[in-house]
């Protein structure tokens, strides 16, 4: 997940919060509903909320609790996603909500994706879809950023914004654990143009037992994007002890080039313990594990392997696959582009980066 940074919004300014009867749920027997836009399918009963903290039955109906409701909006680097190779060097409009489907003991920004859940309450600011496609073309960005949090959860907001978004000539993108439902996907595919999917170990129990979800349907699901013509790039965050071995390293490596192909961009990226919710007592990733990864991502044929949260590396360049000669230079979120239009300008061979 990506990291928040400044929280501009964060206080419930006691106005009533805007609720919307949610998409994709299921009517069961007294009063009982299954919600339907993860992949942990809720049954809910009256008055309850489903694992997200967001989605609530009422009287027999699901009400997103969330929408219109925003805990952040921002103007982000794309490369903060990460995205290496969507629009590279221009800005994005990034927005969220409280709540997440997921309960990762790693998350960076557990007290609004916890939030709804620990204290029950459904905090941020009123923020229809039309007012932050204004924002982001008074901002002059070129997309919008569905992120922090998970977008799944408030997939209703989203959608809204994204179509609005898509008829003024903006684009859509997702920062996303992967967990939607098949249902969601196609809802929102015709609008999204862009997901970063956190795939965030390679073993079902580490997504059991540290996320509170599943691996098979996240791997489903990028498999899905890549049919439907979603760019996609990937990020794993590499936690010692967990998420560190090298057997891991080549399995998602092999996924990725196998199953998305090897064009996918990987991102390895540094963990920090001291801002994690529940896995303070872990060390930062070392930097030489970080390099060993994207070596054995770039060995298993890989094209373009990143390592993340650690400014100044040259696993953070891009170089041709082809010629090896460096076409885009990095430090953090500042860029310096030697290509030309998406071409080494050595070679011209295509380096796969989505421009407009």
Partial sequence: MEAMGLFLFWINCGKINLMKEALLYRKLKKKQIQCNVCNHHCVTLPGKRGICGVRENRDGKLYSLTYGKAISENVDPIEKKPFFHFLPGTHSLSIATVGCNFKCKS?????????????????????????????????????????????????????????????????????????????TLKLISPYLDAANVDLKSFNDKFYREYCGGRLKPVLENLKMMKKLGIWVEVTTLVIPTLTDQEKMFKDIAKFIKNELGPETPWHISQFSGVIS????????????????????????????????????????????????????????????????????????????????
């Fill in 107 to 183: 998350c960076q920004n557990w007290e609004i994706s916890q939030g709804p859940n620990i204290s029950g309450q459904i905090l941020g600011e009123d923020l229809s879809p039309e007012k932050i496609v204004q924002d982001a073309l008074g901002s002059k960005v070129s997309s919008i950023s569905y992120t922090y949090t998970e977008p799944t959860i408030f997939m209703e907001y989203a959608l809204d914004t994204m179509k609005l978004a898509k008829k003024k000539g903006l684009k859509n993108n997702w920062v996303t654990n992967g967990f939607m439902s098949k249902e």
């Fill in 277 to 356: 919710w529940k896995l303070q007592n872990l060390p930062e990733t070392p930097v030489e594990i970080l390099e060993k990864a994207c070596q054995i991502g770039l060995d298993q044929g890989l094209k373009y392997v990143y390592s993340g949260n650690v400014p100044g590396l040259t696993s953070e360049d891009t170089y041709c696959p082809k010629c090896d000669a460096k076409m885009i230079d990095r430090t953090g979120y500042l860029i310096k582009r030697h290509d030309k239009n998406g071409k080494c300008s050595k070679c011209n061979e295509d380096l796969n980066i989505i421009l407009k």
